[in-house]
């Protein structure tokens, strides 16, 4: 007797879920990431991924999860963060996994690992708390073959970052990133973009752009990325939306209407955005970017010519000027090395602490000593309006990422949207000033990621994909984080689940390492 296969394969399934679970998570709220209402439930996981996701009020497992009165989600998908460089000092990823999120895509804004296939191999070997996909860095690949030239490259050269595009596809990144404000990637034109995305296009990538002016000329740059898109036949994704400093406030409307009428035209144009007024980067970029060109060793001769210094000085202020700015109040020092009590102290105060006068054009002066004293100064700029802010988040195309990397607790005066960029959402735009409903915005922080990026088997609750998972309570979730005190995790997130290992087990990190690697090609 033939058995029917629909009965067959109910039968095999039966059996499977009648097997001992791992972990199950009972009586939660579930929001499964799709942005549809939740629903009670419980769910079933074992090696480290999601078998069952309804009534399992009868099965057996090796722990129980309550999630009563709490909300059971997708672990948080970041696709804007920067976490190259501490991932052997912190592997654990605290700031992260505090904060629900359990997948992180890096290398954005133009700069990645070069070698793409030994980093995968670094990060299997030393296991991560978070799982881990990487973009290819323009900035990174141009440098390899060009240095901090300011020109076009040659043939050879455009050919060999297109080399070095490929082979980062191929050992498995998810796209392609410009960082088009930094040198070198600030010097590359348009058909020099088009190009390399092109590579990554044809291996199935996206383009992630921090386009090359956020400011008074936000408009030509959102049109470059939505061009690149459209030469390069790829999907877009415009990083940290937002349109800065004063004289630029209230224009979010105008940029939003150019990602509408691209999505209208049928090119995959999307956003993502931190949830603050203030960005963060480094100080190089309050000097004009031709005095770079050559890298740091010509910028030192530069700027030992007093003609030349004092030619750089005036067009800070008249950058200055441009954005209707009096001083440098505006930009706070976040990380400066050979001097830590400067960090969480703004330009113009640093400038008082050396004797200058409180002008403009002393900060100026103040500013190109602590450039020339090391390579990087990490800075808060506060240059943004929160009615922008909010009129970007209501967008239904836009992620939330923190543009944060993996800090060390206590140390530096960092950004706080390294500690609290989901939290913040869902405590303040959700349950306080209900800019967005709870579903929407965890779809905001998982499907639509893991669509974007191709994130095969994560970013839902669903049978068959990873268990990875959070559980907050929506009552107490927010951030504890801010300007003047950056290090405090976020509060309200009982469990986080990397690959079905609780690495936040009743709030408490566990110190398990269960994140992977995300590779485009094998769709871990």
């Not at 002066?365 to 506060?382: G, K, S």
């Amino acid at each position: 007797m033939k058995v029917p296969i629909a009965i067959f394969l109910f039968t095999i399934s039966s059996a499977i879920k009648a097997q001992p679970f791992d972990v199950i998570i009972i009586q939660g709220k579930i929001m499964d990431g799709t942005g549809n209402s939740w629903f009670y439930g419980d769910i079933g996981i074992r090696d480290g991924k999601i078998i069952a996701v309804g009534n399992l009020k009868s099965a057996q497992t090796k722990k129980t999860l309550d999630a009563s009165g709490l909300v059971v989600a997708p672990g948080f998908i970041d696709v804007h963060a920067h976490i190259e460089g501490n991932e052997l000092s912190n592997p654990t990823a605290n700031n992260f996994v505090h904060d629900g999120v359990t997948t992180v895509v890096t290398g954005n804004c133009g700069s990645s690992n070069l070698e793409i296939e030994k980093y995968f191999r670094r990060l299997d070997s030393i296991r991560l708390s978070i799982n881990v996909a990487t973009l290819v860095g323009h900035n990174t690949v141009r440098r390899a073959a060009m240095g901090d030239a300011k020109r076009e490259p040659t043939a050879a050269e455009l050919q060999q970052m297109e080399q070095l595009v490929q082979t980062g596809m191929e050992a498995g990144a998810v796209g392609f990133s410009t960082g088009l404000i930094y040198v070198p990637g600030t010097y590359a034109k348009t058909n020099e973009i088009v190009a390399l995305a092109k590579v990554a296009a044809a291996r199935g990538g996206v383009y992630a752009s921090h386009i090359r002016d956020e400011g008074d000329r936000v408009h030509e740059a959102v049109s470059e990325a939505i061009q690149v898109g459209r030469e390069a036949n790829i999907p877009v994704e415009i990083s940290h939306f937002k349109v800065t400093y004063r004289n630029n406030w209230g224009r979010s409307p105008e940029t939003l209407a150019l990602v509408d009428q691209a999505r209208q035209q049928g090119l995959d144009v999307t956003i993502d955005q931190y949830p603050y007024v203030a960005s963060s980067t480094t100080l190089d970029t309050t000097v004009p970017t031709w005095a770079f060109a050559g890298g740091r060793d010509s910028l030192k001769v530069r700027l030992a010519n007093p003609a030349i210094r004092e030619r750089i000085k005036n067009e800070m202020m008249a950058d200055l000027r441009r954005k209707k700015l009096k001083n440098y109040s505006f930009a706070q020092v976040a990380r400066y090395a050979p001097d830590s009590t400067l960090n969480g102290k703004n330009i113009s105060q640093v400038n008082l602490l050396r004797g200058r006068k409180p002008k403009p054009q002393q900060e100026a002066e103040t500013i190109l000593e602590l450039i020339e004293a090391t390579n990087r100064t990490q800075m808060v700029y506060f240059s943004m309006d929160e009615q922008d802010l909010v009129r970007i988040l209501k967008y239904p195309h836009n992620m939330i990422a923190s543009d944060a990397g993996i800090v060390t607790f206590g140390s530096g005066v960092p950004h706080p949207r390294a500690y609290g960029t989901n939290a913040r959402v869902l405590g303040r735009y959700v349950r306080e000033q209900q800019v967005l409903s709870l579903e929407e915005a965890i779809r905001r922080m998982t499907s639509l990621p893991a669509q974007k990026f191709n994130l095969r088997n994560r970013g839902l609750l669903r049978e068959g994909f990873a268990a990875d998972i959070v559980i907050f309570d929506p009552r107490q979730v927010a951030d504890a984080a801010d300007y003047a005190t950056p290090h405090a995790y976020s509060k309200g997130f009982r469990y986080v689940l990397v690959n079905g290992q609780a690495i936040i087990d009743n709030h408490q990190h566990t110190g398990a390492r269960s994140g992977q690697v995300v590779r485009r090609l094998n769709g871990l």
